[in-house]
C-alpha cells in the first residue's frame, strides 16, 4: 500500500530555516503528483506548494518567494525547503501524493501521510 513518511519538523525561531522531506513506497512516484500541505489549530488544511510530474509547481501566495519545493524521482522523496519562517507558518505539515497532474489549491489528493509539526516561535 501507499506510505508517506514526513520528517524534518521542528521548533525554530522567526526567521530561520527547515527542511521537510517526505519518503513515500508503494507507488511509482515519477507519475505522482506530490504535495506539502499544512493545519493550523482552528484552521482548515490548505495546500501550501503541489509538484507533478513534470516538476511544474503550485505555491499558496502566503509562501511564495519564502518556500521551495522539489522532488528527487531516484529516491521517491518530495522536500519543502522553508526559509524565512514566520509564527503563522505553525502548523501540521502534511505531504500528499495523487495520480493526477492538475496542481492547484482545490484539487483532491488521495494519499496523505501523517504528518509532522512545525513551530515558528517568535
Known amino acids: 500500500q501507499v506510505q508517506l513518511v514526513e520528517s524534518g519538523g521542528g521548533l525554530v525561531q522567526a526567521g530561520g530555516s527547515l527542511r521537510l522531506s517526505c519518503a513515500a513506497s508503494?507507488?511509482?512516484?515519477?507519475?505522482?503528483?506530490m504535495g506539502w500541505y499544512r493545519q493550523a489549530p482552528g484552521k482548515e488544511r490548505e495546500a501550501v506548494a503541489l509538484?507533478?510530474?513534470?516538476?511544474?509547481?503550485y505555491y499558496a501566495d502566503s509562501v511564495k518567494g519564502r518556500f521551495t519545493i522539489s522532488r528527487d524521482n531516484a529516491k521517491k522523496t518530495v522536500y519543502l525547503q522553508m526559509n524565512s519562517l514566520k509564527p503563522e507558518d505553525t502548523a501540521v505539515y502534511y505531504c500528499?501524493?495523487?495520480?493526477?497532474?492538475?496542481?492547484?489549491?482545490?484539487?483532491?489528493?488521495?494519499?496523505w501521510g501523517q504528518g509532522t509539526q512545525v513551530t515558528v516561535s517568535s
Open positions: 509538484i507533478n510530474s513534470a516538476a511544474s509547481t
Open positions: 508503494g507507488l511509482t512516484f515519477g507519475y505522482y503528483a
Open positions: 500528499a501524493a495523487n495520480t493526477g497532474q492538475r496542481l492547484g489549491a482545490q484539487v483532491a489528493y488521495k494519499y
